[in-house]
């Protein structure tokens, strides 16, 4: 919560459920990670929080972008970046949106099967690419490790074969998993690129850049390490790979760049302990669940804090199931994971969730129980 | 898939994703479910799917309406429903709800819990209730039991209050669970709604109605019991437990509804084995996925079936992961329960996943990773 946010909510008191971003955090995350890791280029990755507000900040910071999609590109394009600093970073295009990018402009597409390689080839003739490379994800509250990525051995196959198709084999990725705590991640999964790369140079491939993809974690409910911890890990672990001169070095931050930018403003519909007695569990339903915006909340992965108007007081408090406003059975926040509340917290009382920048706002359902979409301001 | 919907994939040829609803199997589910429980008022769960074609369609054919929030009910009462055949069957309201879908002229409204008694109480005085009964979802594919509903005891309690507050206890109700293949599963509920409802009538309390609420099943890649079979056990149940007179019963379908009146039209982005080897699952990947709509694959749980441009051909078939086609990791459709599809299947071909009438519209995501909402068209 920061005074500009606390301010907003206090003189705008603005409906409930709404995200509230506070776009100087933003800034200060892209200076702090720039600070950390002063050659990476910075790929933010629009899905966290595709917002014009955030895109026209960061393009301001000279900023590049990782896109997910043609919408995506399109939001770039749009908030003043220039093709050349957008990556089409989605390794599932269909053949249209490949050719639709290339004629925007996009020379930089990833890849991670001998199916989308040629997929480019066809449709992006002479365009770089990069292989996703398979790695752990361990250490991750959000891992991504068996959707996507190839094998090393594959890896070093279809780059070696990427000329003969007529395209640049640019550079090399993998992502260590969302929302990563262990700074180890990165160590292990530089040596594996690293043999790679060095593998594919030696053969005469004119490969320059390794791309570390995103995961570098926000603070929800429990410490995290510092950037400039993930920032020394990997300088490192370049050092030892390449000894001589590093790879051009891409960073693709997502969660990192906007998550504690960003509050969610929320009610409290009902809170009660359902069977009427003592030990029944008390339940916390929130008009924002799952399906408003908290999908992270999933399997209870990201465990978001909260704030109450009672935190002040000497109020005691119960370990609390939250819950979501709709009728469905599966929104449920946090049960496993109880809350601990104040018990003097009532329907119509108004709850801050913190650091929910990222990936809350376009997980939204439509209309979910007719709920409308999550409202969103950008100050 | 109906005539009617191949015709117009054929003719049309729509854009994927979509969802594709024939409106005459909405009619004839209907009157089958009206033909197997005629006693029974059908009060559809908006929820399923809100879409104004299939809420006019119903109000024509005579139905009321289950509404979880104010937008549901302004779509029923748009559609032509009165405010007397709508139930606000949600059992978490704001304050300022309440009040408004009784402006609105809603006379009926559940609760599970002393507080939600007290705000309606307070907010819609002289409105009938009813009390949600926590009942066991044993054979639901989707259940809803920890959510929602009180013990009957504390039921009992809050029913015998209402009078006392300026409401009429009108009802009991329970649900069983969404995709409820156990006919049984009624019986037992009947059993104890129908213990506190007679106890309820003993004291002097002039309760006169019972919800079913919903759960009948639709067909997805398994048979499921015939509706006439759960008509026959609730009917032999009701005999058993009001032997005299039945109460006004309420039955609120929404899968069994639409689920098999829709199909979702879909387009494969990648079929790949990644790693290169025969030994590698093979995964494919479409144009919809977990949070394009297909929600209730989380936990697999809700497991559809596949119509491919290869199914009348004798290719041999590989167990495929199935996912979704953004950039997250846990937009996984099915890995447990791997689906066979045809080896010949490729990028670019279009698949239909069949019975995706219910709770696929409006999952959908207003934009994640850029991907627009699901396009709709009712037929």
């Known amino acids: 919560m920061t005074p500009k946010i606390t301010r907003f909510l206090t003189e705008q008191s603005p409906a409930t459920p709404c995200l509230i971003v506070d776009l100087d955090v933003v800034e200060q995350q892209y200076k702090n990670l720039t600070e950390a890791l002063p050659e990476g280029r910075i790929f933010y990755a629009v899905k966290a929080n595709p917002a014009p507000a955030i895109l026209k900040k960061l393009v301001a910071l000279g900023s590049c972008f990782d896109a997910a999609s043609i919408p995506e590109i399109e939001m770039c394009l749009a908030a003043g970046a220039q093709p050349s600093q957008v ?16 004629e925007m402009g996009i020379d930089l ?27 752990e994800n361990e250490g991750a509250d959000w891992p991504l490790s068996r959707k996507f990525g190839t094998t090393t051995a594959h890896a070093g196959e279809l780059m070696r074969r990427a000329p003969s198709l007529g395209l640049i084999p640019h550079g090399l990725s993998f992502h260590v998993g969302s929302q990563q705590t262990g700074v180890a991640a990165y160590d292990r999964a530089i040596d594996i690129a690293g043999a790679l790369y060095r593998s594919l140079k030696a053969d005469g491939i004119d490969i320059r850049m390794l791309n570390l993809g995103g995961g570098y974690p926000t603070t929800y409910n429990r410490d995290v ?43 409290v519909i009902l809170a009660s302990r359902r069977g009427g007695a003592e030990k029944d569990p008390r339940w916390v339903y929130l008009d924002i669940g799952r399906f408003g915006g908290m999908a992270e909340t999933e399997g209870e992965a990201i465990r978001y804090l909260f704030r109450t108007p009672h935190d002040q007081s000497d109020e005691t408090r119960s370990p609390c199931i939250l819950a979501g406003p709709s009728c469905d059975g599966v929104d449920i926040m946090y049960e496993k994971n109880r809350v601990p509340l104040p018990n003097a917290l009532k329907s119509g009382d108004r709850i801050e969730i913190l650091a929910t920048g990222a990936y809350v706002s376009t997980y939204c359902s439509t209309g979910f129980n007719g709920f409308p979409p999550l409202e969103e301001h950008y100050i």
């Open 225 to 267: 390490p510092d950037i400039h911890a993930f920032g020394e890990t990997i300088i490192k672990a370049l050092d030892r790979n390449f000894p001589g001169e590093h790879p051009e070095l891409l960073l693709e931050p997502g969660r990192y760049m906007v998550g504690r930018a960003g509050i969610v403003s929320t009610e």
């Open 109 to 135: 597409f990833v890849f991670d099967s001998a199916e989308e390689l040629e997929k480019i080839a066809e449709h992006a003739p002479g365009a770089r690419v990069f292989c996703r490379l398979a790695v």
């Open 87 to 102: 990556s089409y970073g989605n390794t599932l295009k269909k053949v249209g949106q490949i050719r639709q990018a290339r």
